[in-house]
């Protein structure tokens, strides 16, 4: 499996509270990747980064700021959370491209965020 | 982006070859047809990548006719254990992105 790991796992939060989570690879892969998986919806994109302090917005960006001070790290933060973003954070993180000559994610573990 | 059309989800009986049918009819030249699977608690997974006509690994084959339209995901004598969500992307091989519909949630019964 690719070494993809996310802090915290889990973590329960007030509304209104600041919250930053975690991707850290040891893939030395360019790109790192936001998302977020709620019923119904399957996975949306937040935020990615092509490269050290290069990053872009995805499709639900609103809320949401991103840092990627090293190749490894890469930090959702949410400046005040809200029960709306309640939800389940996957990172995950490509190369430009896959062995077979296209494009290939490896996602990390998630991480449960219950905003209450 | 090319937009993706799956089937919601699907039952089908351990020992059974399930296919899921995934329609793109805006696809690009030079995009590859994708698919990932999830199982529940996990992130997504890559299983096959193709495309033109038919590629084959140990997980499950990928069946593209040629105007490319549309793709199918053959999964031969499903177990319980290939339950899951199953995603069809469709992206230039150079992206730096993807975009993730709702998937195929597949139940595989005894």
């Known amino acids: 499996d690719a070494g993809i790991t996310q802090s915290p796992r889990h973590k329960v939060t007030e509304t209104g509270t600041p919250v930053t989570l975690r991707c850290h690879q040891t893939e030395n892969h360019r790109y790192m990747y936001w998302y977020r998986q709620d019923p119904g919806h399957g996975l949306r994109l937040i935020h990615y980064s092509y490269g050290v302090k290069d990053t872009d917005k995805g499709e639900v960006s609103d809320g949401y700021s991103v840092s990627r001070s090293k190749t490894e790290d890469f930090l959702l933060t949410l400046e005040s959370a809200t029960s709306s973003q309640t939800s389940v954070y996957f990172c995950a993180i490509s190369e430009s491209y896959s062995r077979t000559g296209g494009y290939e994610q490896y996602f990390g573990p998630g991480t449960r965020l219950t905003v209450t | 982006l090319a937009k993706t059309t799956q089937p919601i989800s699907m039952d089908s009986y351990e020992g059974q070859e399930v296919n899921i049918t995934c329609s793109h009819n805006?696809?690009?030249?030079?995009?590859?047809i994708t698919w990932y699977q999830q199982f529940p608690s996990q992130g997504p997974r890559f299983i096959i990548q193709g495309y033109k006509t038919k590629v084959t690994n140990e997980v499950a084959s990928l069946f593209i006719p040629a105007d490319r339209k549309s793709s199918t995901l053959s999964l031969p004598r499903v177990s319980l254990s290939d339950t899951a969500v199953y995603y069809c992307?469709?992206?230039?091989?150079?992206?730096?992105?993807?975009?993730f519909g709702t998937g195929t949630r597949l139940q595989v019964f005894p």
């Open positions: 805006n696809i690009a030249t030079n995009d590859y």
């Open positions: 992307l469709v992206a230039p091989y150079n992206t730096d992105k993807l975009i």
